[in-house]
């Protein structure tokens, strides 16, 4: 390493972890993994540019310089989550040092990092789907309290919803039409079929709830009559994944996610889910599905026919 980097810039990089260290109070895996990266990153232009990397050629990197680097980092395999890290400590490194030598960091600081989807939550199979509704209904003694959990994941599975829009159900909706009308994201209004098995679900549910359910009031309740909260959900889902043995991401949103999966296994149209969902953008629509690639395209091109 000691000719791929000089020991100038080998005391400015000490010099700048030192510098985080005390503006940040970063704990020291953090400032190893800063200075690893930023070291690993030097070395590569050394061996990219033909010479070991001074205070005067970290200066002179250029764009092309970067390309090339970022470059090397998908060769290599590397994720879009850590080449984003590896490219967040760099800049860091290269602004701070620009300001004490007085360079143009421009060509370094304009990088963009790769992007990234924020992982989805898995699907869950329908026969594991089921298996979680049934068991959800265990986790309580109280019979109401048993209905209106079983009601709740029912209309979440049953009907595609994101966790608040089902907990944003009023008395009024009670008992379930043939269809809902859902407003989400962005206050966008959308028709949700209701299956029979949520319908019933809930007409369970109400007939056993102690509570008044007012028009305008909640549907679904917690223990003392106030609105039920999604922690709450959360939990029991928690309880009966385990029991299950399912893995933990078998979560009240992973339910909406398999929603959409077993639609387009079973050959629903991308557009339909997509309203069906809510989503503003067909991408979306696709990131939720966890089939194979090539049923993906054949009911890709049946939403696009002229496409194909």
């Not at 290269?94 to 790769?114: C, H, K, Q, Y």
């Not at 919803?161 to 809902?180: K, N, Q």
């Not at 709450?232 to 994944?241: Q, S």
Request: charged share 20%; hydrophobic share 40%.
């Amino acid at each position: 390493m000691s000719l791929e980097i000089s020991p100038g810039a080998r005391d400015a990089l000490s010099a700048w972890v030192d510098h985080m260290r005390a503006l940040d109070g970063a704990a020291d895996n953090t400032l190893t993994a800063y200075a690893r990266d930023v070291t690993t990153f030097l070395a590569f232009q050394a061996g990219h540019r033909g010479g070991p990397m001074g205070l005067t050629q970290i200066g002179a990197i250029r764009t092309p310089d970067m390309r090339a680097w970022m470059a090397d980092q998908r060769l290599r395999g590397t994720g879009p989550r850590s080449v984003a890290r590896h490219l967040s400590a760099v800049k860091s490194f290269i602004r701070w040092l620009s300001e004490r030598e007085g360079f143009d960091p421009t060509a370094v600081l304009s990088t963009r990092a790769p992007k990234f989807r924020k992982p989805l939550p898995r699907p869950v199979s329908q026969g594991a789907a089921k298996d979680l509704i049934a068991t959800v209904g265990l986790q309580s003694e109280t019979p109401w309290i048993a209905a209106r959990d079983v009601a709740v994941v029912t209309v979440l599975y049953g009907c595609g919803l994101r966790i608040s829009e089902s907990l944003g159900l009023t008395g009024g909706d009670a008992p379930l039409a043939d269809v809902l009308r859902i407003r989400g994201k962005g206050g966008k209004e959308r028709i949700v079929p209701v299956l029979p098995a949520a319908r019933d679900a809930v007409n369970r549910y109400v007939a056993a709830c102690p509570f008044d359910l007012e028009i305008d009031g909640p549907l679904f309740r917690g223990a003392r009559g106030g609105p039920l909260n999604g922690r709450i959900v959360a939990g029991v889902m928690a309880r009966a994944r385990m029991q299950l043995g399912l893995p933990s991401s078998a979560t009240p949103h992973a339910l909406r996610h398999s929603f959409a999966t077993h639609l387009l296994e079973a050959g629903g149209d991308l557009r339909s889910i997509q309203e069906l969902l809510g989503h503003a953008s067909l991408s979306t629509t696709q990131a939720y599905t966890a089939v194979d690639q090539v049923h993906l395209m054949e009911t890709y091109a049946r939403a696009h026919p002229h496409g194909r």
